[in-house]
């Protein structure tokens, strides 16, 4: 079954300290993996995707198929980053679409 | 700015009763996938388009169905309306395998 996992609903941390954001996924196959973020009031929008290999916000995500997880990490937290985080993948040739997501984690960041 | 806008932001329904949403897509976005967002869940898949097409659906029943016109705007109907129903509707247009793009949503209750 296609299904993503994130444990976490909530993660509290403090401003400076490291992040990770838990994500693991069930696909047989390659999935395209994908992190979304939705800040408060505002709409859903991606953050970076696994196979650009991108640095969005001081973020990064590694791929790991053996482990089948895409976590999220930053090194140092800040206040804005505050925000629920959802991890998600789509089948490869699905055009972007067909997005299986996580349940979500908040992120707070305290000063 | 992802140019992708719902309509409306929110509406009451009663039990039983049909309603129709309507997204609009940005152009050259050729495919539209819509999702249901519970309150403290992710988005779940219910289908989508491609250059009018439906080319996939997640676990809906029939009664939820959709339309693509050539304008790249969209539509999702639902049938029967349950209490179960009450959600965030969210639609999100895709160019070629780079993600989706969201918009703001809207916000059903089915009394």
């Known amino acids: 079954a296609q299904r993503v996992t994130q444990p976490e609903k909530l993660l509290s941390v403090f401003k400076g300290a490291p992040v990770e954001l838990k994500c693991n996924y069930s696909?047989?196959?390659?999935?395209?993996l994908f992190w979304y973020v939705q800040y408060s009031r505002q709409r859903l929008q991606l953050l970076l995707r696994h196979i650009s290999r991108e640095s969005i916000k001081g973020f990064t995500a590694d791929l790991n198929k053996g482990e089948t997880s895409f976590h999220l990490k930053k090194p140092f937290a800040q206040e804005e980053d505050s925000a629920m985080y959802y991890c998600a993948l789509s089948g490869p040739g699905n055009q972007g679409g067909k997005l299986i997501f996580g349940q979500g984690t908040e992120l707070s960041v305290k000063p | 700015e992802t140019g992708v806008t719902q309509s409306p932001t929110h509406l009451i329904k009663t039990r039983g009763q049909q309603v129709t949403l309507r997204c609009s897509s940005q152009?050259?976005?050729?495919?539209v996938s819509w999702y249901q967002q519970a309150l403290g869940q992710g988005p779940q898949f219910i289908f989508q388009y491609y250059r009018e097409e439906e080319n996939g659906r997640g676990n809906f029943p029939p009664r939820f169905s959709g339309l693509q016109f050539p304008n790249y705007s969209s539509e999702l109907n639902v049938n029967a309306l349950e209490l179960d129903d009450s959600a965030l509707y969210l639609c999100a247009s895709s160019p070629e395998r780079v993600g989706a793009f969201f918009g703001q949503g809207t916000r059903l209750t089915v009394v």
């Open positions: 696909y047989s196959g390659s999935p395209e």
């Open positions: 152009s050259g976005h050729n495919t």
